[in-house]
């Protein structure tokens, strides 16, 4: 055998290790997916918290301040951070790792999806909301029956690169021992002494996921816009 | 109808509108004039709370509806707005724009709803248009269509801000065609509008509105061919 090959049964061959990558992989999505639930969820919740409506003379309600302080802190502190304070400090008594990673990347990510979602409501035409409350709806119905479904075409496309961006973000769960595929990539090199065959291995599998996701987002988006013209 | 009483309104520091007072009786037709930025649609807004006055009364049907105790959606249901822009739900067909409110809002069912739309719709030679999206129709389609959403609510007053202002000039006829035709219904109507022709012909009252105030106020034909103030005079001799 020559040596690229040899590097290589080593690296996925050998004591079937390409399990270990694909173990890794179903890890790496299961935070992801998690999280991202728990992230559009929160997002939801500190959207409708920033745009509700201030009482008559109050220029902010008291769920704006409390989803802006959330937001601020979620942005203006590392990841990696958050994860482990999750892990050592508030959750330091669990044994279930997936999970506490998958609150902890949800918590963080649920700021930016908030964004997202405000960001697409206000991009709905105002004067619809006018003519919808000029008519008698109140507030929630036209939320309901015109703003939200509108609204919902426009934060679909970044929801899903915030997506993407997650999948790649979950790197950083080796800092608190979870196996997934960037961590099984990293000590499968330290054991064979070979660090190319593994990284690049773990690229390939993550670079083919996304652009696979990228694709069929680009689908969804063309969709929509086409939708748009109906 | 509406009886407004010393309304102030103010953004910020900015004051728009300075105490103005004045009453619309049933069946009155007021075209409102005025240079731009003057306070016409403010004031237009105002009636219906879509901006809320700083300081005054505005009184409808016997009711203070700035008082902040009253159910303003209950108030609104009464008064048809019909915007510059259209505002269409670009969501929603032509019939769903129409019927969404009077269903939602518990006052017909959705037949009953879609027959009053349909039977409106024909009235405006819209009625081939009903199941298409607002983005397929010009811009005098989308006004009529507007003005028929309000309709269906069956309101007691109409208010119209500027509703030819952003249409294409072979569009401004159609439009004012229905607006002209519900005039002649006997409808209480409030019509903010560029058009003085228009003004002239259908409305039984004429403000002019500048500076946050109404400066003057007579039947047409008296303001349009006997103006009183300096200002009046300027602007009509730019806008006829
Ligand atoms: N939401 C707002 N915030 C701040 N200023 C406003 C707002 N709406 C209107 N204005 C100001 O009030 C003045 C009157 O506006 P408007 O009532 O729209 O005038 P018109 O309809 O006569 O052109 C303008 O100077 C405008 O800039
Ligand atoms: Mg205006």
């Known amino acids: ?230 | 109808m509406i009886s407004v009483k010393n309304l102030c309104k103010q953004f910020d520091t900015t004051k728009v509108l300075d105490n103005i007072s004045t009453d619309i009786e049933k069946g009155d037709k007021v075209a409102i004039i005025g240079p731009s930025g003057s306070g016409k649609s403010t004031f237009l807004r105002c009636l219906n709370l879509l901006e809320e006055p700083s300081k005054g009364e505005i009184w409808f049907e016997g009711q203070l509806i700035t008082d902040p105790n009253v159910n303003i959606n209950k108030i609104r249901e009464k008064m048809g707005m019909v915007f510059q822009n259209f505002n269409l739900f670009a969501n929603k067909t032509v019939l769903d724009n129409i019927t969404l409110a009077p269903v939602k809002l518990g006052l017909m069912s959705k037949s009953e709803a879609t027959d009053k739309a349909m039977e409106l719709l024909t009235r405006v030679n819209l009625r081939d248009k009903a199941y298409v999206y607002p983005a397929s129709l010009s811009g005098g389609q989308k006004q009529r269509i507007a003005i028929v959403r309000s309709l269906a609510m069956n309101p007691d007053v109409m208010l119209f801000d500027e509703p030819t202002s952003a249409l294409d000039p072979e569009m401004v006829g159609e439009v004012l065609e229905v607006i002209k035709g519900l005039a002649e219904t006997g409808m209480t109507m409030v019509i903010v509008t560029h058009e003085m022709g228009f003004a002239r012909e259908v409305s039984n009252r004429v403000m002019f509105i500048d500076e946050g105030i109404i400066m003057e106020e007579n039947t047409p034909d008296k303001l349009f061919n006997d103006p009183q103030s300096k200002r009046l005079k300027e602007f009509l001799s730019k806008v006829l």
């Open chain 1, 1 to 230: 055998m020559n040596e690229i090959q040899t590097k290589f049964y080593n690296a996925f061959i050998v004591k079937d290790r390409w399990l270990l990558y694909f173990k890794g992989l179903g890890v790496t999505m299961e935070i992801a997916v998690i999280a991202g639930i728990i992230g559009i969820v929160i997002g939801c919740i500190i959207a409708l918290m920033k745009l509700s409506e201030p009482k008559k003379g109050h220029k902010h309600t008291i769920w704006w301040t409390i989803a802006t302080v959330y937001v601020d802190i979620i942005r203006g502190t590392p990841a990696v951070l958050q994860l482990l304070i999750m892990w050592f400090i508030v959750f330091s008594s669990s044994n279930n790792g997936v999970l506490v990673a998958s609150l902890s990347f949800g918590i963080n990510s649920g700021a930016y999806v908030s964004e997202i979602i405000r960001a697409g409501i206000l991009a709905v035409d105002r004067g619809q909301t006018e003519a919808g409350r000029s008519l008698g709806l109140t507030r929630g119905q036209t939320m309901k029956e015109i703003v939200l479904p509108q609204a919902i075409k426009n934060v679909l496309p970044p929801i899903g690169n915030e997506f993407i961006t997650l999948i790649k973000e979950t790197a950083i769960v080796g800092y608190v021992s979870l196996s997934d595929l960037t961590r099984v990539a990293s000590q499968i090199s330290s054991r064979t002494y070979e660090a190319f065959m593994p990284l690049i291995g773990a690229a390939v599998i993550y670079f083919v996921i996304i652009k696979v996701l990228t694709l069929l987002l680009e689908a969804l988006e063309r969709r929509l816009r086409k939708s748009d013209l109906r």
